[in-house]
């Protein structure tokens, strides 16, 4: 028996500081912290700021609710910084707590049965398992799982994949527009064919959830539609699900000559850009557009204006950076896309931009109608960065370089000549401090951002780098 489960008396084991014998049971763990704060005259709140031990563990700790709380290890040490904080001993709490654990266990611990006595016949026979019996309940066995496995196949065989339509809800539908777009669910896998009119056969596959869309071409009147969903495993079709869309016809125009209404004429095509605002600043990558229209068709194109607040913007022939020697560097190519419009003529549209001014061109389609076009420029500014880090690349000429980051000289780059085609990578929790010896050799990268050569050619000088700022001159010389 371990020193754990040495019989108390009263709060005290044997051996230890003698004290008269007190036969009273000690009172629970839990009862015992929640007796010592409320002497302490401290609320959970308050014991939850002193400790740094969240309330919810606390709490449990006082009830005796050990399922609330985590791994033994780290109670441990939540009761041994609890016990301190409430004045009590730490050891002895611990002790107290292990001894309640073991009562928990041997409560919970479940009886094991004997085995079951054989069986003894009338007149002293015993019931004994011979090999044959051994062998006729093993081929049984064999038999019972081949038919249980047989069974399964048929009715994975019988069963037939599922096909419902999401989109559009209604098995015939009225919709004025030159496509539209199939939407539904499956099994995960199933080949989805769709046969329409005049033998026009479309093919998707359902994804992983049974999720599936296509885009299907439609025309002037009635559209009739048939979608079947196949199995990827047994190969087995569903049954086929009928679906009509009917395209409005075209409005006869008057004779001249008869009493009929002059047909009011078609709608002017529309767009409306609800977001980004024209000459909005937005933080990148990612880039959401988003509004409404009256056509049937969308795309949005992109071109490369400049670097945040460079003027005027680069040619696509020019370099973007100014220092001797330097080879050209083309312009990042901008994201372009078909927009899906939905049913009542809304887009949503995100598209991934290099930091820079863009020039984004949005132009909705309509059949019959001539486009209409809309032109937003923005600035892509990229993610804050959290520390500072600086691609040093050297072009053209070598150039003397002393790098202080955050207050210190940074290891390596005192005082270093760097060669021409060397690249050096430099990094600074908050602030940096450049010095160079001739600036215009030294083309700078500031957190994934292309920022150009430093300086002149031959132009001697420090710059000083803050987060989230380009480089400066800086007010003294770097030390």
């Known amino acids: 028996m371990t020193a754990r489960h040495q019989l108390r008396i009263g709060n005290r084991r044997l051996g230890r500081d003698r004290a008269p014998i007190d036969a009273t049971p000690a009172p629970p763990v839990g009862e015992t912290l929640q007796a010592a704060r409320e002497r302490k005259g401290v609320d959970l709140y308050r014991a939850e700021r002193d400790t740094k031990i969240r309330l919810r563990y606390l709490s449990a700790l006082e009830d005796s609710d050990y399922d609330e709380l985590p791994a033994p290890v780290y109670v441990k040490g939540f009761l041994r910084n609890y016990a301190i904080y409430l004045g009590l001993d730490p050891d002895e709490v611990l002790d107290r707590w292990h001894d309640e654990m073991e009562q928990m266990?041997?409560?919970?611990?479940?009886?094991?049965?004997?085995?079951?006595?054989?069986?003894?016949?009338?007149?002293?026979?015993?019931?004994?398992?011979?090999?044959?019996?051994?062998?006729?309940?093993?081929?049984?066995?064999?038999?019972?799982?081949?038919v249980g496995?047989?069974?399964?196949?048929?009715?994975?065989?019988?069963?037939?994949?599922?096909?419902?339509?999401?989109?559009?809800?209604?098995?015939?539908?009225?919709?004025?527009?030159?496509?539209?777009?199939?939407?539904?669910?499956?099994?995960?896998?199933a080949v989805i064919t769709i046969r329409g009119s005049s033998d026009a056969l479309?093919?998707?596959?359902?994804?992983?959830?049974?999720?599936w869309a296509r885009d299907v071409i439609l025309a002037r009147g009635r559209n009739n539609f048939s979608v079947t969903a196949q199995d990827p495993v047994t190969g087995r079709e569903s049954a086929p699900l009928a679906?009509?869309?009917?395209?409005?016809?075209?409005?006869?125009?008057?004779?001249?000559?008869?009493?009929?209404?002059?047909?009011?004429?078609?709608?002017?095509?529309?767009?409306?850009?609800?977001?980004?605002?024209?000459?909005?600043?937005?933080?990148?990558?990612?880039?959401?557009?988003?509004?409404?229209?009256?056509?049937?068709?969308?795309?949005?194109a992109s071109t490369y204006l400049g670097a945040p607040g460079a003027t005027p913007a680069p040619s696509p022939s020019?370099?973007?950076?100014?220092?001797?020697?330097?080879?050209?560097?083309p312009p990042p190519i901008g994201p372009a896309s078909d927009v899906t419009i939905n049913a009542l003529g809304v887009f949503n549209q995100t598209l991934r931009f290099d930091p820079g001014r863009w020039s984004v061109v949005i132009t909705s389609f309509a059949s019959g109608q001539d486009p209409v076009t809309s032109t937003i420029e923005l600035t892509v500014q990229p993610p804050p960065a959290s520390s500072i880090t600086l691609v040093i690349s050297v072009e053209g000429r070598?150039?003397?370089?002393?790098?202080?980051?955050?207050?210190?000289?940074?290891?390596?780059?005192?005082?270093?000549?760097?060669?021409?085609?060397?690249?050096?990578?430099?990094?600074?929790?908050?602030?940096?401090?450049?010095?160079?010896?001739?600036?215009?050799?030294?083309?700078?990268t500031l957190n994934g951002v292309d920022i150009g050569f430093l300086g002149e050619n031959g132009e001697v000088g420090s710059w000083l780098i803050v987060l989230g700022q380009n480089p400066i001159p800086a007010p003294a010389p770097c030390t």
């Open 149 to 189: 496995y047989l069974g399964v196949q048929l009715l994975r065989f019988v069963e037939v994949t599922p096909i419902e339509l999401t989109y559009p809800v209604d098995r015939f539908s009225e919709l004025d527009a030159e496509s539209v777009v199939l939407e539904g669910t499956s099994g995960p896998g």
């Open 398 to 444: 070598a150039s003397w370089v002393r790098v202080v980051a955050d207050g210190e000289r940074l290891e390596g780059y005192g005082s270093r000549t760097m060669r021409a085609g060397e690249t050096h990578t430099v990094n600074a929790a908050s602030e940096m401090c450049l010095r160079a010896g001739n600036a215009g050799a030294l083309h700078l």
């Open 202 to 211: 479309y093919n998707t596959t359902a994804n992983d959830e049974g999720a």
């Open 243 to 300: 679906l009509t869309i009917n395209v409005p016809l075209p409005q006869a125009s008057p004779t001249p000559s008869g009493n009929a209404a002059t047909p009011p004429p078609a709608a002017a095509l529309s767009m409306t850009v609800e977001a980004p605002a024209n000459g909005a600043v937005v933080v990148g990558p990612d880039v959401s557009f988003n509004g409404t229209t009256t056509g049937t068709r969308l795309t949005i």
């Open 318 to 329: 020019e370099s973007p950076t100014t220092g001797p020697g330097a080879s050209p560097s």
């Open 105 to 146: 266990r041997t409560a919970t611990r479940v009886a094991v049965a004997p085995p079951p006595m054989p069986l003894v016949e009338p007149g002293g026979r015993r019931v004994t398992i011979t090999p044959g019996m051994f062998v006729a309940g093993l081929v049984l066995l064999v038999v019972v799982a081949f």
